[in-house]
């Protein structure tokens, strides 16, 4: 849907086009601003990583190319650019080509999903939460093709296990964030950010639903294979993964295409658990104290408050964005890659159990929060200390038990 304000333009400019045209247009700037915004939140996560690694492990990281070393993501990108691009004999030259595109498109359409303002909003949809699990979900199918056309046993055991990583870690990613659809009775994203306009303390991640909020992030960060989750990519076993037989600008897409995918699940992550765009305490800061009619009043420009509104939510969206991808970072310079039977059974034996657990109590709590409060809160207390208690304590035992044999033998 072409929104208003293009159309008022296109009247202000005198331009008489159709509803197709305008359709066409409206398709082209909305790629180009995603795009746009896309490359620029990758650039600045290369170099913000490699920063926050080199500060991890007391090193300096880049600070030759350009002031401070800012340059160097651009330099990387320019030599990308122009190493040749090699295809051996064997290869299936049509999906090797088309594979990095695979991977690479779904996580960039996710951009439009996201909601940056209350009025930056690419595609508003009804089923957003649904559509966006279902494009990340695509993705995967890029890395499958790339590993079995480089013809490269290394690059097709790194799609195969990208394949089984995405399947056990969508699960439990599909269920925490369904306790947050079960909750506010709807898969409208905006509305669900409209929910949590309030204090921090009444935002999901913290009040409703933090265990939800733990399977998400743990989740999501398998989902775009990092570290301790990066079998895909396990460099000592595999070379490089899926990505082998990958030069020059192919390689690059699923380069850029992995930082994007980290960027939209920190996105969702506050999104559908801190608040979105929304301050602290809720709505805005400048709304709040008024410094928005105050200064509009000032300078005498209408629509002056408003802008400063959408600054505001830009600016807590990419903060709180931007805290967890420092979390990722921070687990990739401390943790170590987790064995391939570790990384399945912790989520088909942990994380998947406990995502059902945890829908089995925000369901009581959905029922019984506006009916007694005082139940309620005795029965939340009742379910999450036997509940999850059990289940780990459960959990310990039989890991206990397999550890056990497995010295005995």
């Not at 939209?264 to 709040?288: D, E, K, Q, R, W």
């Amino acid at each position: 849907m072409v929104p208003a304000w293009l159309t008022q333009l296109l009247q202000a400019l005198h331009l008489s086009i159709g509803p197709e045209l305008s359709l066409v247009l409206w398709g082209i700037i909305l790629f180009t601003g995603i795009a746009i915004l896309g490359q620029a939140a990758v650039i600045f996560m290369v170099l913000m990583e490699r920063k926050v690694l080199a500060w991890l492990t007391q090193r300096k990281g880049p600070n030759r190319v350009g002031p401070w070393g800012l340059l160097q993501t651009l330099a990387d990108g320019v030599k990308l650019l122009f190493k040749e691009d090699i295809m051996t004999t064997g290869q299936d030259k049509l999906l090797f080509t088309i594979a990095p595109a695979i991977f690479f498109l779904p996580v960039f359409v996710l951009y439009a999903l996201i909601p940056f303002t209350d009025k930056l909003l690419a595609i508003p949809l009804p089923t957003g939460a649904l559509f966006v699990f279902a494009l990340s979900s695509i993705s995967v199918v890029g890395i499958v093709l790339a590993g079995w056309a480089s013809n490269n046993k290394y690059s097709l055991l790194g799609g195969m296990r990208s394949a089984a990583q995405a399947i056990s870690y969508e699960i439990p990613l599909v269920l925490s964030v369904l306790a947050v659809v079960l909750y506010t009775g709807t898969m409208n994203i905006q509305e669900i950010l409209t929910a949590q306009n309030a204090p921090f303390w009444k935002w999901f991640g913290i009040w409703l639903t933090p265990v939800s909020f733990l399977i998400f992030l743990i989740s999501s960060i398998a989902e775009v294979n990092r570290i301790p989750f990066d079998l895909p990519e396990a460099e000592s076993e595999l070379v490089s993964g899926y990505n082998t037989e990958y030069t020059g600008m192919k390689f690059a897409l699923f380069f850029l295409a992995e930082y994007a995918a980290l960027f939209a699940m920190s996105a969702l992550t506050v999104i559908f658990f801190f608040g979105g765009y929304y301050s602290p305490i809720g709505g805005t800061l400048c709304h709040t104290f008024g410094w928005d009619r105050a200064f509009e009043s000032a300078v005498n420009l209408p629509g002056l408050g408003q802008l400063m509104q959408q600054f505001e939510m830009i600016t807590w969206g990419l903060l709180k964005t931007y805290i967890f991808i420092f979390i990722a970072m921070w687990l990739r310079g401390t943790l170590p890659r987790l064995k391939p039977d570790q990384l399945m059974g912790f989520s088909w034996k942990f994380l998947i159990p406990l995502s059902l657990i945890n829908i089995f109590m925000v369901a009581l709590e959905r029922q019984w929060q506006d009916t007694n409060e005082v139940v309620y809160g005795y029965l939340w207390a009742f379910v999450l200390v036997f509940g999850i208690g059990g289940f780990c304590w459960t959990m310990s035992r039989f890991f206990t038990r397999k550890l056990q044999a497995r010295f005995q033998s």
